[in-house]
T-cell receptor, first 115, second 113 residues
Framework: AQKVTQAQTEISVVEKEDVTLDCVYETRDTTYYLFWYKQPPSGELVFLIRRNSFDEQNEISGRYSWNFQKSTSSFNFTITASQVVDSAVYFCALSDADSSYKLIFGSGTRLLVRP | EAGVTQFPSHSVIEKGQTVTLRCDPISGHDNLYWYRRVMGKEIKFLLHFVKESKQDESGMPNNRFLAERTGGTYSTLKVQPAELEDSGVYFC???????????FGPGTRLTVT
């Protein structure tokens, strides 16, 4: 069965620190997609990134970077030089053919960036 | 381009009443999904439409929930009769293709008292 685990329930850092949010997934499918979403205090879910299972290249977008490692079934998210506006709940999610491509979410990691 | 919209943003009803939530997906997105997050728990899938057809409703909790997508445009999710455990945030999302990124609406916070 598909599963996404975000073991870190809450992380607190001081502004300008780097922080990594962990995500571990389980699937039997060979074709799957991984996602990260941000949920700021306003409540909406904001799409950040989608990665398919055949592309293990790391991705960088500004202060955000993602490390995808199939060998450890992990898709970790790093924020460099964190800012107060990064404070939010971050969700990792998985979709694959076995699950009809619906999103299977982790429980989320609440990130608090203190000034 | 307008994003996914949901109405109402917040609904408070009594146990036993009926509530209808509405979702307008991004124009041109054939795939429409409903999810919900009940207090303290994970975001869970409810069902998936492709155009007007239900592709997967394996996440619907019981027959008190009825979803429709008239003409393949907007969708409604009706809860009748509502129970206390239905309280939570109901999200709608749409995507162009299955497996592609899903764009979420702001959610409807449902409170059943």
């Amino acid at each position: 069965a598909q599963k996404v685990t975000q073991a870190q329930t809450e992380i607190s850092v001081v502004e300008k620190e780097d922080v990594t949010l962990d995500c571990v997934y389980e699937t039997r499918d060979t074709t799957y997609y991984l996602f990260w979403y941000k949920q700021p205090p306003s409540g909406e879910l904001v799409f950040l990134i989608r990665r398919n299972s055949f592309d293990e290249q790391n991705e960088i977008s500004g202060r955000y970077s993602w490390n995808f490692q199939k060998s450890t079934s992990s898709f970790n998210f790093t924020i460099t030089a964190s800012q107060v506006v990064d404070s939010a709940v971050y969700f990792c999610a998985l979709s694959d053919a076995d699950s009809s491509y619906k999103l299977i979410f982790g429980s989320g990691t609440r990130l608090l960036v203190r000034p | 381009e307008a994003g996914v919209t949901q109405f109402p943003s917040h609904s408070v009803i009594e146990k036993g009443q009926t509530v209808t939530l509405r979702c307008d997906p991004i124009s041109g997105h054939d795939n429409l999904y409903w999810y919900r997050r009940v207090m303290g728990k994970e975001i869970k899938f409810l069902l998936h439409f492709v155009k007007e057809s239900k592709q997967d409703e394996s996440g619907m909790p019981n027959n008190r929930f009825l979803a429709e997508r008239t003409g393949g445009t907007y969708s409604t999710l009706k809860v009748q009769p509502a129970e206390l455990e239905d309280s939570g945030v109901y999200f709608c999302a749409s995507s162009q293709r299955r497996g592609h990124e899903q764009y979420f609406g702001p959610g409807t916070r449902l409170t059943v008292t």
